[in-house]
């Protein structure tokens, strides 16, 4: 069975700074990532990371935000610094083994200004 296990979110003051964990299991992952959804918008991409490093960042969060995974424990990161409000949103694991992409269930990351 895969899971995607979220952890990290919470509420932080504007420029302040959280990391998101998720751990998965159950399968390996050739891409992990976040993307979260903000209150009445989709679902966007937030960063993305490949089993050999390389990654992908929405614009919006380039150069406050850093990915960063764990192979041997199956494991992505988001450090999240100089947070804004606009980055309030539901933030969701995902995993892609194969053809199959895979989701946590999700951390509410809340920014206030």
């Known amino acids: 069975q895969v899971r995607l296990v979220e952890s990290g979110g919470g509420l932080v003051q504007a420029g302040g700074s959280l990391r998101l964990s998720c751990t998965a299991s159950g399968s390996i992952f050739s891409i992990m990532g976040w993307y979260r959804r903000a209150p009445g918008k989709q679902r966007e991409l937030v960063a993305t990371?490949?089993?050999?490093?390389?990654?992908n960042y929405a614009d919006s969060v380039k150069g406050r935000f850093t990915i960063s995974r764990d192979n041997a424990m199956n494991t992505v990161f988001l450090q999240m610094n100089s947070l804004k409000s606009e980055d309030t949103a539901v933030y969701y694991c995902?995993?892609?083994?194969?053809?199959?992409?895979?989701w946590g269930q999700g951390t509410q990351v809340t920014v206030s200004s």
């Open positions: 995902n995993g892609v083994s194969g053809p199959y992409p895979y």
């Open positions: 990371i490949t089993t050999g490093g390389h990654t």
